[in-house]
DNA sequence: ACGACAAGCGGACCTGGGTCCGGTTAGATT
DNA sequence: AATCTAACCGGACCCAGGTCCGCTTGTCGT
């Protein structure tokens, strides 16, 4: 009923680099046309400019598409939809942020004993998320696509990795499916925002959490 | 931006009972002129009927509407939303479930030590969740709203008491998000039809992380 | 019975996401 | 430079959820 659309491109973000998420996704980047990729790099912009201006939840995709002067067609077929508009959006924090316990230095980046990185990733995921929360919303709006994002994909990677190097024991994926769980985003948007729990527990709560585990 | 909307009221279901999730919210129940009481009746009759002819997902509330012969605004004061809706389609099948572990038999109801009920709550969920699948997706089609719900509060209640009662330390009510973040319709649903991992193995992951608490 | 009024009703209408398809154009090939 | 074609473009169009408001009707007090 679905038709799969051909494979949203996401190339060149307007800072020069791959956008794509790198690694998990057996990488395709089918290099649009030169115009493409100039509309694609000024629908960003205007995207940006104003989710920026009036907050990403009052901003339609017409309204977008006017604002970089094409029609709406043609955003749909570079993102596919809202939501790959919204991902494309949160790309480049996400890269930056993958980086950061990629290889970026201890206690998030490699050098630190596993579980410390563990406590730091969860951390860090929250306050990230925080820091970005209208965009993380808004892309999430959709459930069932959430763990199918290259982003997830790629943090449950990197919990399993960090879960294996901690030789913990047990089912390492449904442990890390777990851990995630703690950090999706609108949980925690729940908890902060509406049950009025603070940063720092919510975070206790996490190490608490990993502890459980690597303990 | 977005009215609280008049209290959706939620009255006595088709069974003659009360509808609502019962304890957790302070109880309204604002007795329903005797049409709309019927009205109502007729829509949930109607819903269940076209769900199960053709799948929740392929009827639009318009269907609902015209099939139980009343104009599309009844059903969106009735109800609210979609979701709405929908919540009270799947209030019959969570309050048998509720029952069944507030007063059923052990292990599942009181009488089994904490740790024991806690482990047969979370397979019951798993199960429970698989049996109305598509209810239960459906129904959780908006993020946001799946923790304010009723029954939501009620399975953080319930899981906190237990999780008392088996003297775990640590943050209770944290603790209990967490556990209840495993049990995610949605990932449950993504480890059992994309994943392709099995429900014994998912049930088993559960009594695992329960038993990294209780243990 | 009857009158008043809150509650309910319906369906036209609005909005915004997503699709379609005839016309256009980048850019590779010769 | 001429040509060919796959990719691209635009904006009219469709659909379904949600809102609005003037009219109707159940209910309750007298």
Chains 1, 2 share one sequence.
Not at 29 to 43: E, I, S, V
Not at 58 to 73: F, P, Q
Not at 153 to 162: D, E, K, P, S, T
């Amino acid at each position: 009923m679905i038709e799969p659309l051909p494979p949203s491109p996401m190339s060149q973000d307007n800072l020069g680099g791959r956008a794509d998420l790198a690694l998990m996704p057996s990488g395709e980047a089918p290099r649009l046309r030169a115009d493409a990729a100039r509309n694609r790099t000024r629908l960003l912009e205007v995207a940006a400019r104003l989710a920026a201006e009036r907050g990403i939840a009052n901003v339609t995709m017409e309204d977008i598409a006017c604002g970089a002067g094409v029609g709406k067609g043609t955003v749909f077929r570079r993102f596919g939809d809202r939501t790959g508009l919204l991902v494309e959006l949160l790309s480049h924090h996400e890269q930056q942020f993958q980086s950061s316990f990629l290889s970026g230095p201890p206690p998030l980046g490699p050098g630190a004993p596993p579980a410390q990185r563990l406590r730091a990733f969860g951390c860090t995921v929250i306050r990230h998320e925080r820091a970005h929360r209208d965009f993380y919303l808004a892309a999430h709006a959709e459930p069932g696509r959430r763990r199918t994002s290259p982003a997830y994909q790629f943090r449950l990677a990197h919990v399993g990795m960090l879960l294996r190097e901690a030789r913990v024991d047990g089912d390492i994926e449904l442990i890390a499916h777990a851990l995630l769980g703690y950090l999706e985003t609108v949980l925690i948007d729940d908890l902060l925002t509406h049950r009025g729990i603070s940063v720092e527990r919510v975070e206790a709560g996490w190490c608490d959490l990993v502890d459980r585990f690597t303990g």
